[in-house]
């Protein structure tokens, strides 16, 4: 079973690797820069295995480089309060 098959199981692998980044002295302009180029191969590269995948991918491609930054950010804010 892949991380993308369920939308809760692929929040909390986000909020794993979010910690250990964090914990690795991270900072979060990187993390940033880092989480909007996972969120662009993803967009690119991987089906949406659920609803939940879908909508981001279409809110992704729709989006403006400065848009994606923002749902990046946004994405990382919504595993950090899980």
């Known amino acids: 079973m892949s991380v993308l098959d369920n939308f809760e199981t692929w929040k909390g692998f986000l909020a794993n690797r979010l910690q250990q980044a964090q914990q690795q002295g991270m900072d979060q302009q990187t993390m940033n820069s880092i989480a909007a180029e996972v969120g662009d191969y993803l967009a690119q590269h991987v089906d949406a295995k659920n609803k939940e995948e879908a909508v981001l991918k ?3 491609n729709a989006a403006s ?4 930054q923002a749902l990046a950010s946004t ?3 919504l595993v950090q309060k899980s």
């Open 58 to 60: 279409e809110l992704w």
């Open 65 to 68: 480089e400065q848009e994606q």
């Open 75 to 77: 994405m990382m804010k």
